[in-house]
C-alpha cells in the first residue's frame, strides 16, 4: 500500500480538531455542571441539603384531617409523628414539613405539590401550591379548612419562629383556597 | 514530470479542516451553548432574548426583555426595578418574590443577579408580574414565545339621572373589563383596565349640588373618568349589572328629617325576584328610589355553571341540588310575607361578590347560602351551618386560641360601620355578626331535626360573606361524599324537607 502523506496529515488535522472540540465540549460541559451546582446551592441551599440525604432523620408532629369531623374546633386534626432530614435551616424544615403534608390522601390529590415556602422576618410563612393542590380537593369547606389547617398547624408545631402561615395558589395571592375559605389574611 | 500533488491535496486538506472547524461549531452551539432564546413579537418584529437553562427552567435577560417592552430599568446593588406605563416592579437579587405596591408576586425561581451585572428572571415574570405594569397585551405563543398585542377599545357611555337626593351614574361598557372606583378626598375615580377606553359623555347635566362636573382623564393608563364632589355630596353605593355590562354608582345628598321616615315598599311582586338586569336599551331609567323591600330573604344557589362544587361522581353536582334545593326554599316562601330573590335562576356561574352585590341592594333581611359539603373522606355527613368568622388581631390572638381569619388591625373600624358612613367592603358583615350567629344556630338546629344530627354552627373566614350586609349564612345541606347524605339529596322528597327547615328557622329568625 502507497503511503499517502497528505491523506495522513488530512486525516490527522482532522482528528486533532475533533480532539480539540471535544476537548473544549468536555471543559465547557463541566464548568457549566460546576456553575450549575453552585447557583444551585446559593439559590437552593435546601434542595442541595436534602440531596445529599445523609442527614439523620429527626421526627416532627404533623396534624393531619382526622375522619369525620367536620367543626375546626372539635378534635378537628389528629397528631401524627413522621421523619424528616435534620437541618439547621429553617425553610429546608419547613419545606419537608409541607411536602409531608401533601401526601396525606385522600386529602390532597395525586399532583399536590408545594411550588415554594418563604419566611418572612416578621414569622410569616408565606406557602406557595400548585393550583392543582386547590383543585383536586374533595371540595367542600370541610377539605379546604382541613388542608388548610394541617398545613398550619403542623408548620406551627414544628417551627417556633413561625407564627402565621399566608397562602398563594400557583404563586399569586387568591380570594379563596378552593372558593370557599378566604386566604385574604394569614392563618395563625 | 510530476503530477501537481500540491494544489489538489491542499485544497482537500483544506476542506476538511474547515469541514471539522464547521462541524465543532455546530455541535457547540447545539449542545454546549445554554438555553433556546426567548422570543417576544411586537407587531412583526421578532426579538431574542437571552436565555439560560437553570435546572430545567429558562432563566431570561431581563434587560433584554425591557428593551424590547420600552420600559425603564434602573438598579442598585441588591434590587432592580422595572417601570412602565402602570406601575413598578420591584425585584431582590436571590428572592423569588417580586413587588407590585402593595403586592408580592412569587415566581417559580429567584430572581439571579449574574457576575453582578446581568439580571436573569424566570419565564413566569413575563406572565405574572409583567403584564402589571405593561399598557398592552403580552400573550404567550407557544414554548418560549410571546407575541405584544395593542390594546382593545372599550367605548363606555356614561348615562346621567337626576332624582331628587342623589344622583345616579351609570357607565355602559362594550367590553367586560374591571373597574375600579376609589373614592378621593374631592372626587371619585372610575378606572378601566384591560381595554382603551373611548369615553361617551351625556349630554345631560347632572345635578351640580351633588355632582359638581364630571370629565374624562387620559392621563390614567386605560383612561378613566373623575367625578368631582358637589358641596352637597355625602355618600355613595355603586353596584353592578351584567349583561349589558354597566356600573352604576348612587352618590347622595344627605339625607333630610322627611327621607328618614320609612318609605313605602310599594306593590310586592309574586314569586321570586330575579336579580337587577337593567334594560340594554339606550333610555334613561325611570325616576324612582332605592329599593326598600323590607321583607326579602336572599338565597344564593351556591355554583353553577362551569363551576360544579363538588362533584363525587358525574351525576352528582352539587350545583344542580343548590339550585332545586333554593328554588323550593322560594316555593314555600311565598305562603309566608316574605320574598326570594335569587342571585341565580339558571345553571349560570355567577361571581361571588357578585351574589353578595344582589343580597346588598335589595337590602335583604338575610342571605342564606345553599350548598352541600365535601369531605376527604365519606365520614363526614349531615348539615353543616357557616357564619363568617372574624378572627382575633395580633396583640389578641394568643389569649383568643383561635386559629384563623386574624387581621391586622381592627383599630379605626368601629366608627367606620356607621349604616351611614362608607363600610369597606370586606368588614359590611362586621355589624351582623351577632345576627348571623343567631340565624345560623336557629338554621343548624331546624337542619339537624331533619338528618338526626348535632353538628354545630362552625365560624371559618369566607370570601362569600364578608361583604354582605344583613345576617348572613353559608348551609352545607348534606355532604354528597356521604353515601347515606347523598342518597336521601337525591330525593325530591328529602330536599323538599331541607327546605321547609329552612323557611321554618327564617321565620323563627325573623319574627
Known amino acids: ?19 480539540i472540540g471535544y476537548y473544549l465540549y468536555t471543559t465547557e460541559k463541566r464548568r457549566q455542571a460546576e456553575l450549575r451546582e453552585s ?44 421523619q424528616i432530614y435534620e437541618t439547621e435551616n429553617k425553610v429546608l424544615q419547613a419545606r419537608q414539613i409541607v411536602n409531608e403534608v401533601l401526601k396525606t390522601r385522600p386529602l390532597f390529590g395525586e399532583e399536590a405539590e408545594l411550588r415554594q415556602i418563604y419566611l418572612l422576618e416578621d414569622g410569616t410563612a408565606v406557602v406557595d401550591v400548585s393550583e392543582q393542590t386547590a383543585s383536586q380537593l374533595a371540595g367542600g369547606i370541610t377539605s379546604e379548612m382541613a388542608a388548610i389547617l394541617s398545613i398550619t398547624r403542623s408548620l406551627q408545631a414544628n417551627i417556633p419562629e413561625i407564627s402565621k402561615v399566608r397562602f398563594l395558589i400557583g404563586g399569586r395571592q387568591a380570594e379563596t383556597f378552593a372558593g370557599h375559605v378566604s386566604i385574604m389574611q394569614p392563618f395563625m | 514530470m510530476t503530477k501537481p500533488v500540491f494544489p489538489r491535496q491542499a485544497a482537500a486538506l483544506l476542506i476538511c479542516f474547515l469541514a471539522a472547524t464547521l462541524f465543532a461549531i455546530a455541535f457547540w452551539e447545539t449542545t454546549v451553548r445554554a438555553a433556546e432564546d426567548l422570543q417576544i413579537w411586537v407587531g412583526q418584529k421578532q426579538s431574542k432574548v437571552d436565555s439560560r437553562e437553570n435546572e430545567g427552567s429558562v432563566l431570561c435577560d431581563l434587560r433584554d426583555v425591557v428593551e424590547i417592552l420600552n420600559l425603564r430599568f434602573e438598579e442598585s446593588d441588591t434590587q432592580a426595578t422595572v417601570s412602565g406605563p402602570r406601575g413598578r416592579l420591584q425585584l431582590t437579587d436571590n428572592r423569588p418574590l417580586v413587588r407590585f405596591r402593595d403586592e408580592y408576586i412569587l415566581l417559580d425561581r429567584p430572581v439571579w443577579r449574574r457576575k453582578e451585572k446581568e439580571w436573569y428572571i424566570s419565564e413566569d415574570f413575563l406572565q405574572k408580574a409583567l403584564p402589571l405594569i405593561l399598557s398592552q397585551r403580552l400573550e404567550r405563543q407557544g414554548e418560549l414565545s410571546y407575541r405584544v398585542f395593542p390594546l382593545e377599545q372599550n367605548r363606555v357611555r356614561v348615562e346621567v339621572s337626576n332624582f331628587p337626593d342623589h344622583v345616579r351614574l351609570t357607565f355602559v361598557q362594550s367590553q367586560n373589563a374591571p373597574v375600579r372606583i376609589q373614592e378621593l378626598q374631592d372626587s371619585i375615580r372610575v378606572t378601566f383596565d384591560d381595554y382603551l377606553v373611548v369615553p361617551a359623555l351625556p349630554s345631560t347635566r347632572p345635578d351640580e349640588r351633588i355632582v359638581k362636573g364630571l ?23 355603586e353596584y353592578a349589572s351584567d349583561s349589558p355590562d354597566r356600573r352604576v354608582i348612587d352618590l347622595y345628598a344627605p339625607p333630610t328629617t322627611a327621607q328618614t321616615a320609612p318609605q313605602p315598599a310599594g306593590p310586592i311582586p309574586s314569586g321570586p325576584i330575579p336579580p337587577p338586569g337593567l334594560s340594554s336599551s339606550s333610555t334613561p331609567l325611570p325616576v324612582f328610589k332605592p329599593r326598600e323591600f323590607r321583607n326579602v330573604i336572599a ?8 363551576d360544579y362544587g363538588v362533584h363525587p361522581r358525574h351525576d352528582l353536582l352539587e350545583k344542580n341540588y343548590t339550585l332545586s334545593i333554593a328554588e323550593r326554599v322560594a316555593e314555600h316562601l311565598r305562603s309566608t310575607p316574605y320574598r326570594a330573590i335569587m342571585t341565580r335562576t339558571l345553571d349560570s356561574d355567577v361571581g361571588v361578590h357578585q351574589r353578595s352585590a344582589i343580597a346588598n341592594y335589595y337590602q335583604s333581611r338575610c342571605y342564606i347560602s345553599i350548598h352541600l359539603g365535601g369531605a376527604p373522606t365519606e365520614d363526614a355527613r349531615g348539615p353543616v351551618v357557616y357564619v363568617q368568622a372574624y378572627g382575633p388581631t395580633e396583640d389578641t390572638a394568643q389569649d383568643s386560641g383561635q386559629v384563623y381569619g386574624n387581621e391586622p388591625s381592627t383599630a379605626g373600624v368601629g366608627r367606620m360601620l356607621n349604616p351611614r358612613n362608607l363600610v369597606p367592603w370586606e368588614y359590611a358583615q362586621k355589624t351582623f355578626t351577632s345576627q348571623s350567629k343567631q340565624l345560623g344556630a336557629i338554621i343548624q338546629d331546624e337542619l339537624n331535626a331533619v338528618y338526626r344530627t348535632e353538628n354545630q354552627v362552625v365560624e371559618v373566614p369566607l370570601g362569600q360573606l364578608a361583604p354582605v350586609s344583613a345576617p348572613a349564612v353559608l348551609v352545607e345541606a348534606g355532604f354528597l361524599t356521604n353515601p347515606e347524605d347523598s342518597a336521601q339529596l337525591a330525593t325530591k322528597e328529602f330536599q323538599d324537607r331541607i327546605a321547609m327547615a329552612l323557611v321554618k328557622a327564617i321565620q323563627r329568625f325573623l319574627n
Request: no cysteine; glycine share 10%.
Open chain 1, 1 to 19: 500500500m502507497r503511503k499517502h502523506p497528505s491523506l495522513i496529515i488530512a486525516l490527522t488535522l482532522v482528528i486533532v480538531t475533533v480532539g
Open chain 1, 39 to 82: 447557583e444551585r446551592q446559593s439559590l437552593d441551599p435546601e434542595a442541595s441539603a436534602l440531596a445529599e440525604g445523609s442527614n439523620p432523620s429527626v421526627p416532627v408532629k404533623l396534624y393531619l384531617y382526622n375522619r369525620g369531623r367536620v367543626d375546626p374546633k372539635d378534635g378537628f386534626l389528629i397528631a401524627e409523628e413522621r
Open chain 2, 215 to 237: 370629565r374624562f382623564d387620559s392621563s390614567e393608563i386605560y383612561g378613566g373618568f373623575v367625578i368631582e364632589k358637589g358641596r352637597n355630596y355625602y355618600n355613595l353605593r
Open chain 2, 299 to 306: 338565597l344564593d344557589p351556591g355554583h353553577g355553571g362551569d
